[in-house]
């Protein structure tokens, strides 16, 4: 879906903003001021858009995303190394920049060259463009030059997901995701509407060899008829979220990848395992 950025295909590239790693919460409703603090991201390679993505802050100044938004894509042979991030609940509205290929000038004003903040893209250091399931390694953050103040999404405490799913049974287990931009992908055609979008998925497992202990395996439908809530393209990054029996919020795990047209099975890596939450800590995020 990423295109190389090389003198014939650099064009292309800034047009993938437009149908690459971008999208939103499938068959959700508008969050409007529900989820304040997970925001819109666009990364930039020597101020050059490449794609979008989602995140959420989970410290004063760490953005929480996928992998493959913040690290090396092996077609192109870079990574990112900045990142401009929108917290506007939407729809974010087009900006000056030509979509042709080249840097964003200091001119260019709003999306995609202009965010509300800039920070620094960090992979996890496993992360090696590849999705090697079960272990992908598909997580990262934004370091962010400035605080949002928008709110902190809390981390769920070591090995939450698997206690839930043997206390409930993976039936009755239900999450909250939040995103923005797809809400209709098909061949030739995708309707983005860079507005965040939230929904609800359902557990399908934690123990198959996809999910493997380090990926929640989710069905793109309702859960418990409580809103559709399917991942799609820039999802990438969002946050999985569920609600503890005590009201408190936590994040379980960031969007990761999903099937075809956006609909079927989608998967997020867990942040409730020891390698993830080894990384969140080296990037100064409190955990539970």
Same mark, same amino acid.
């Given at each position: 879906?990423?295109? /190389?950025?090389?003198?014939?295909?650099?064009?292309?590239?800034?047009?993938?903003?437009?149908?690459?790693?971008?999208?939103?919460?499938?068959?959700?409703?508008?969050?409007?001021?529900?989820?304040?603090?997970?925001?819109?991201?666009?990364?930039?390679?020597?101020? &050059?858009?490449?794609?979008?993505?989602?995140?959420?802050? %989970?410290?004063?100044?760490?953005?929480?995303?996928?992998?493959?938004?913040?690290?090396?894509?092996?077609? #192109?042979?870079?990574?990112?190394?900045?990142?401009?991030?929108?917290?506007?609940?939407?729809?974010?509205?087009?900006?000056?920049?030509?979509?042709?290929?080249?840097?964003?000038? !200091?001119?260019?004003?709003?999306?995609?060259?202009?965010?509300?903040?800039?920070?620094?893209?960090?992979?996890?250091?496993?992360?090696?463009?590849?999705?090697?399931?079960?272990?992908?390694?598909?997580?990262?953050?934004?370091?962010?030059? !400035? /605080?949002?103040?928008?709110? &902190?999404?809390?981390? !769920?405490?070591?090995?939450?997901?698997?206690?839930?799913?043997?206390?409930?049974?993976?039936?009755?287990?239900?999450?909250?995701?939040?995103?923005?931009?797809?809400?209709?992908?098909?061949?030739?055609?995708? %309707?983005? /509407?860079?507005?965040?979008?939230?929904?609800?998925?359902?557990?399908?497992?934690?123990?198959?060899?996809?999910?493997?202990?380090?990926?929640? &395996?989710?069905?793109?439908?309702?859960?418990?008829?409580?809103?559709?809530?399917?991942? $799609?393209?820039?999802?990438?990054?969002?946050? &999985?979220?569920?609600?503890?029996?005590?009201?408190?919020?936590?994040?379980?795990?960031?969007?990761?990848?999903?099937?075809?047209? $956006?609909?079927?099975?989608?998967?997020?890596?867990?942040?409730?395992?020891?390698?993830?939450?080894?990384?969140?800590?080296?990037?100064? %995020?409190? #955990?539970?």
């Amino acid at each position: 879906m990423r295109r /190389a950025l090389t003198a014939l295909a650099a064009a292309i590239a800034a047009v993938a903003l437009l149908s690459a790693p971008a999208g939103a919460v499938q068959g959700g409703t508008p969050d409007g001021n529900g989820h304040p603090n997970v925001g819109l991201s666009v990364f930039l390679y020597h101020n &050059i858009p490449l794609w979008r993505c989602t995140g959420t802050m %989970v410290a004063a100044k760490v953005y929480l995303t996928a992998g493959h938004c913040t690290g090396i894509d092996p077609d #192109l042979g870079v990574a990112p190394d900045s990142a401009q991030v929108w917290f506007n609940p939407g729809p974010i509205q087009l900006g000056t920049y030509a979509f042709d290929g080249n840097p964003c000038k !200091a001119t260019d004003t709003g999306y995609p060259c202009k965010g509300e903040f800039t920070g620094t893209p960090v992979p996890h250091p496993g992360w090696n463009g590849f999705l090697t399931v079960p272990n992908t390694h598909d997580m990262g953050v934004v370091q962010l030059t !400035a /605080a949002p103040s928008k709110g &902190i999404t809390k981390i !769920a405490p070591a090995g939450y997901l698997d206690k839930l799913a043997t206390q409930r049974g993976q039936q009755n287990v239900n999450f909250t995701v939040v995103g923005y931009g797809v809400q209709f992908e098909r061949p030739n055609l995708e %309707v983005a /509407a860079k507005t965040r979008f939230v929904g609800t998925n359902q557990l399908q497992n934690l123990g198959s060899h996809i999910a493997g202990g380090y990926n929640l &395996i989710m069905t793109d439908s309702a859960g418990n008829g409580t809103g559709g809530g399917g991942t $799609c393209f820039g999802d990438s990054g969002g946050p &999985i979220l569920h609600t503890d029996g005590n009201g408190q919020v936590w994040q379980v795990a960031v969007i990761s990848f999903g099937t075809k047209y $956006c609909h079927g099975t989608s998967g997020a890596f867990r942040v409730d395992n020891a390698q993830a939450r080894s990384f969140l800590s080296s990037q100064g %995020v409190p #955990l539970n």
